[in-house]
């Protein structure tokens, strides 16, 4: 079992950046493949970006292609969104999710590859 919890989320202005954060506990964090997903209200949740376990690896949504950019450091169990020249259209709740081991996808990209799930962080983006 893993529990991941997102934070850093919050109200900025379009151009603008933020970067969010998420906890992850429980088991060995560096087995799992990461993500970020978003929903916006009324839509369904979308891939945003996904980092290797090693984090040697990234892939990244061609909406978000350019300003956002994924790591993580496996020593404090953390994977970061870096979120710059933010537009209106990002706004979403912003949700990490981990990759279990042993799937065969190293950068799984759709929701149903991923096991656990934050709670979600909103970002709002004000034109």
């Known amino acids: 079992q893993v529990q991941l919890v997102e934070s850093g989320g919050g109200l900025v202005q379009a151009g603008g950046s933020l970067r969010l954060s998420c906890a992850a506990s429980?088991?060995?964090?560096?087995?799992?493949?990461m993500g970020w997903f978003r929903q916006a209200p009324g839509k369904e949740r979308e891939f945003v970006a996904v980092i290797s376990r090693t984090g040697g690896s990234t892939a990244y949504a061609d909406s978000v292609k350019g300003r956002f950019t994924i790591s993580r450091d496996n020593a404090r169990d953390t994977v970061y969104l870096q979120m710059n020249s933010l537009k209106p259209e990002d706004t979403a709740v912003y949700y990490c999710?981990?990759?279990?081991?042993?799937?065969?996808?190293?950068?799984?990209?759709?929701?149903?590859?991923?096991?656990?799930w934050g709670q979600g962080t909103q970002v709002t983006v004000s034109s």
């Open positions: 429980g088991r060995t964090f560096s087995s799992y493949a």
């Open positions: 999710a981990a990759s279990a081991p042993g799937r065969i996808v190293t950068l799984p990209t759709t929701s149903a590859q991923y096991d656990y």
